[in-house]
């Protein structure tokens, strides 16, 4: 069993930036090798895929954050982070952290993030 929870969301002005954080615990040992990744839900909108990052430090990003957005991973906190810089009115979402590896699948429970105009 895995739990995943996610913290930094909060109110920015555009153009500001935010870090989001997402603690494992549960099974940790296999943090290491586990797909990390955010996704997000902005309202009315379906959930969508925002960054990742994998063995090996591998990283994704959607093209509607790359540039923008860093993903990294800190295997002795057993912690991903989500680095959000120029954020936009459309970033707005609810944003999910997700624990992939093989058959175990896992989401936190979100963190709201809301960019003013």
């Known amino acids: 069993q895995v739990q995943l929870v996610e913290s930094g969301g909060g109110l920015v002005q555009a153009g500001g930036s935010l870090k989001l954080s997402c603690a494992v615990s549960?099974?940790?040992?296999?943090?290491?090798?586990?797909?990390m990744g955010w996704y997000r839900q902005a309202p009315g909108k379906q959930r969508e895929f925002a960054a990742d990052i994998g063995k090996g430090g591998i990283q994704t990003y959607a093209d509607s954050v790359k540039g923008r957005f860093t993903i990294s991973k800190d295997l002795a906190k057993n912690t991903v982070y989500l680095q959000m810089n120029s954020l936009k009115p459309e970033d707005t979402a609810v944003y999910y952290c997700r624990f992939r590896l093989v058959n175990l699948d896992y989401w936190g429970q979100g963190t709201q993030v809301t960019v003013s105009s």
């Open positions: 549960g099974n940790t040992h296999a943090f290491g090798i586990a797909t």
